[in-house]
């Protein structure tokens, strides 16, 4: 057997539990899903063909296309947050100021909570009459809000939250990023006389890119298919759907109504409206990659 072939068994080897996992809990899984979306499923268990009348269903559904609102002011206000929030905070911790080491240990610990929790604990922190952030803005002469009563503040309260919630992870993310790039470069500024800004427009940002690649990618999976237990926790969609995400009202038609062949439906449709979402961000940085021009 030559080497190539050995190599090639080696890697096959290498790569088949990773294989296994990912057709067992991804591929087959997702291809259920679609197949359900053509089925009207009885809570008793019974499946019946309808073929398209579920996807027709939710093209005349305002209530589906109200949660696909909602998902996208949320995605756009909170993604574009989150990476400026954790770049921010990765290009602090970076500096290794005094306690840093304790500064990203607490800025982590959101993350590595359940989000059952974070929604308990924020749920009471924004509670009208008796949270902490109401009788903090009382205390300084403000008036209090209904955080989580009016539309409008809830759903900020929600972005709110879940950008302290994911904000350490990514700023790890981009730490390993900003240390990966050479000091030379930085060196080479510094004798140049290249002040902060121009170090980090010519250096730092361009460098960065495979890493805010990857940021912009995930926060954006996240914030379209994540959330929804703190939403569960902290309004349950409401007030009046302000904070019913498209996968929160997935949620809903299929554990809460039974409708498992029309969440199916909704469930495709999301999918495809991520991938969309993927390859927008695949474009807008271009993958990652470098051009000629940026080296």
């Known amino acids: 057997m030559s080497r190539k072939k050995r190599e090639r068994i080696a890697a096959a080897l290498f790569l088949l539990p990773d294989g296994i996992g990912l057709l067992t809990f991804v591929v087959i899984p997702m291809l259920l899903s679609i197949g359900l979306g053509f089925f009207q499923i009885s809570g008793f268990g019974s499946y019946e063909w309808v073929g398209l009348g579920n996807y027709e269903r939710m093209m005349s559904d305002p209530l589906f296309w109200d949660s696909l609102k909602v998902t996208g002011i949320y995605v756009v206000v909170l993604v574009p947050t989150l990476f400026i929030v954790s770049l921010g905070l990765g290009l602090l911790m970076k500096q290794k100021l005094p306690g840093t080491g304790i500064y990203r240990t607490l800025f982590f610990m959101p993350y590595v909570i359940s989000l059952v929790v974070v929604g308990l604990l924020w749920q009471f922190m924004l509670d009208t009459q008796n949270g902490v952030v109401n009788k903090a803005l009382r205390a300084a002469g403000l008036e209090g809000k209904a955080w989580l009563g009016e539309p409008s503040l809830a759903l900020a309260s929600v972005i709110a939250i879940m950008v302290w919630v994911m904000m350490g992870y990514y700023m790890i993310i981009f730490l390993a990023g900003l240390q990966e ?28 890119r495979p890493t805010s690649f990857f940021v912009l990618l995930m926060s954006t999976v996240a914030a379209i298919t994540g959330g929804i237990e703190v939403i569960f926790v902290l309004t349950s969609g409401g007030p009046a759907n302000g904070t019913s995400l498209a996968i929160f009202y997935i949620y809903q038609q299929a554990f809460m109504f039974g409708e498992y062949g029309y969440a199916a439906a909704m469930g495709s449709f999301l999918v495809l409206i991520m991938v969309l979402c993927s390859a927008v961000v695949f474009k807008a940085t271009k993958g990652g990659r470098f051009d000629d021009g940026d080296q």
Do not use: C
Not at 200 to 207: D, E, G, V, Y
């Open 181 to 208: 790039i050479p000091q030379e470069y930085y060196e080479a500024a510094r004798i140049d006389g290249a002040g902060p800004w121009t170090t980090f427009r010519t250096i730092t940002w361009p460098l960065l």
